[in-house]
């Protein structure tokens, strides 16, 4: 019982998680190319610019992101929640260096990937409890 039970919060926690990577890739980076993803890109200065075209970065980024919410769906897999969680804290600290008016917006990246970064933690540890351990009520 206790060993479904985790499966259960580690689906969850999975397909929430790769919903956020899947909205944030497709919406703003791929379908309508956000003003804000793209002075997110400006901010890192010209020679950023100058390697590759910032809404050719977006959409890579983007795409980049549906890859990996459909990683997340396989659930055989635990390294995707590493890489989820390693990319979320990398963009957190790049948002934070680069363009920290926006950790002020409401819906910010800080709420958003620290929410993310929580899902990565749930479906981890429903994933790696041992079988047969149960938990105290």
């Not at 948002?95 to 958003?112: E, R």
Request: net charge neutral.
């Amino acid at each position: 019982m206790a060993e479904l039970r985790l499966r259960q919060i580690a689906l969850v926690a999975r397909l929430a998680l790769a919903l956020v990577f899947l909205w944030h890739g497709l919406v703003p980076k791929i379908l309508w190319l956000s003003v804000d993803e793209l002075a997110m890109i400006a901010a890192h200065g010209p020679a950023v610019q100058a390697l590759v075209p910032p809404a050719t970065l977006a959409q890579f980024a983007g795409w980049a992101e549906v890859c990996l919410a459909l990683l997340l769906v396989i659930r055989r897999w635990r390294w995707p929640l590493l890489l989820a969680g390693s990319v979320l804290l990398v963009l957190l600290v790049d948002v934070a260096l680069f363009s920290p008016h926006l950790l002020l917006q409401a819906f910010n990246p800080l709420s958003t990937n620290l929410a993310a970064l929580a899902l990565c933690w749930v479906a981890w540890r429903a994933e790696s409890a041992p079988a047969g351990e149960t938990q105290p009520h």
